[in-house]
């Protein structure tokens, strides 16, 4: 375990409102990601972050965003919660491009 | 589509004996991983195989890369009830820095 926590680790929301996941990383690991996975997906890629302020879309990144202003956080903000963002929400980090992976717990959103 | 394609979607055997699954990919890789995840967990690093290898062994884990089939294959020999859970593979293609790519995984059951 890489000491990735994820927080908060259970949300209900409503849609249209904004809603911000955290994840922090005690590794000093380059490079943090955020995934979604979903009954028949699989994880999919929502933003990496390849530095502190370098940030890059992923496969699903629409209606979302990120920023990292240190190495240990990595904040991904939903602007205006969908029904269709229910899901559970994953953190990881890596000390290399393509390399290992070490994920957070999870987070668990609800978009009523 | 994912990249990775995990098959048998689910696969359930007795405890001591072997499991195989299998993951196809589209195109060429760098490197190849196999995740463990727990029903409600994140996903926990297996084995890295690199597209110069054929095969890699862990415990009681073996994996193989064909990458003229572009498939690869973990076994994991001796079966224990704590070997339940989902298997990922996700592969790190060439060209696209710093990604994973995940397939849907293989729901592992092994009973008593």
């Known amino acids: 375990d890489a000491g990735i926590t994820q927080s908060p680790r259970h949300k209900v929301t409503e849609t249209g409102t904004p809603v911000t996941l955290r994840c922090h990383q005690t590794e000093n690991h380059r490079y943090m990601y955020w995934y979604r996975q979903d009954p028949g997906h699989g994880l999919r890629l929502i933003h990496y972050?390849?530095?502190?302020?370098?940030?890059d879309k992923g496969e699903v990144s629409d209606g979302y965003s990120v920023s990292r202003s240190k190495t240990e956080d990595f904040l991904l903000t939903l602007e205006s919660a969908t029904s269709s963002q229910t899901s559970v929400y994953f953190c990881?980090?890596?000390?290399?491009?393509?390399?290992?992976?070490?994920f957070g717990p999870g987070t668990r959103l609800l978009v009523l | 589509s994912q990249q990775g394609e995990e098959d048998p979607q689910a696969l359930s055997i007795q405890e001591g004996e072997n499991a195989t699954m299998n993951c196809s990919y589209k195109?060429?890789?760098?490197?190849l991983q196999w995740y463990r995840q727990n029903s409600g967990r994140g996903l926990v690093h297996l084995i890295l195989i690199r597209s110069n290898e054929r095969e890699k062994h862990s415990g009681r884990l073996r994996v193989t890369l064909d990458t003229s089939k572009k498939s690869s294959s973990l076994l994991i020999t001796a079966s224990r009830a704590a070997d339940t859970a989902s298997y990922f593979c996700?592969?790190?293609?060439?060209?696209?820095?710093?990604?994973?790519?995940f397939g849907t995984g293989t729901r592992l059951q092994v009973t008593l």
């Open positions: 195109t060429s890789i760098n490197n």
């Open positions: 972050s390849y530095g502190v302020k370098d940030t």
């Open positions: 990881a980090t890596g000390q290399g491009a393509g390399e290992t992976q070490y």
């Open positions: 996700a592969t790190d293609k060439t060209g696209t820095a710093s990604k994973l790519t």
